[in-house]
T-cell receptor, first 109, second 116 residues
């Protein structure tokens, strides 16, 4: 089955700086790559997604890039704010949806 | 209801007992997933139901775990002879699969299982 690896496991940035989280996947048939944000004690929620026919997608301060050849995709958050502090999960969907191990992002004011 | 509903929200049980966790997906969603999240850890895939197809059980950690989905709606995850390492939050998610059989997952609040 699909195997998704995510780095780094923890990330601490200063407010206003950018944050980048990277993921790789193993199944070349995977065609959908969402990112979820999970705040402490809450359920994961979708923040952005990208499909395999697109290389980049942007939504305000959040962008995702996809390199199908290399089988990796990344989340970019610009102008980080303290409320961006959470655990972020990447995922890849082939036959089913598999998640990375998560990145705990801390934005220091 | 408007979202994915899970019950119970909290369950404390003794080692060796069986537990059942219930998930009521969003109406009309054909895809249903179960994930396990241990404290501070990631989302471990357990099982996936899609319509009337045979479920993808490849993530179930042992034969003590089983799940069913009746009538394409409500799902029950059963853990037999619980062990302490089964303690975790069990998350259910559902999706209306759109193009390319892909779509956003909507998660429930989870069922927190504690095995003493």
């Amino acid at each position: 089955g699909e195997n998704v690896e995510q780095h780094p496991s923890t990330l601490s940035v200063q407010e206003g700086d950018s944050a980048v989280i990277k993921c790789t996947y193993s199944d070349s048939a995977s065609n959908y790559f969402p990112w979820y944000k999970q705040e402490l004690g809450k359920r994961p929620q979708l923040i952005i997604d990208i499909r395999s026919n697109v290389g980049e997608k942007k939504d305000q301060r959040i962008a995702v890039t996809l390199n199908k050849t290399a089988k990796h995709f990344s989340l970019h958050i610009t102008e980080t704010q303290p409320e961006d502090s959470a655990v972020y999960f990447c995922a890849a969907q082939g036959n089913d949806m598999r998640f990375g191990a998560g990145t705990r992002l801390t934005v220091k004011p | 209801g408007a979202g994915v509903s899970q019950s119970p929200s909290n369950k404390v049980t003794e080692k060796g007992k069986d537990v059942e966790l219930r998930c009521d997906p969003i109406s009309g969603h054909t895809a249903l997933y179960w994930y396990r999240q241990s404290l501070g850890q990631g989302l471990e895939f357990l099982i996936y139901f899609q319509g009337n197809s045979a479920p993808d059980k490849s993530g179930l950690p042992s034969d003590r775990f089983s799940a069913e989905r009746t009538g394409g709606s409500v799902s029950t995850l059963t853990i037999q002879r619980t062990q302490q390492e089964d303690s975790a939050v069990y998350l259910c998610a559902s999706s209306f699969l759109a193009r390319g059989n892909t779509g956003e997952l909507f998660f429930g609040e989870g069922s927190r299982l504690t095995v003493l």
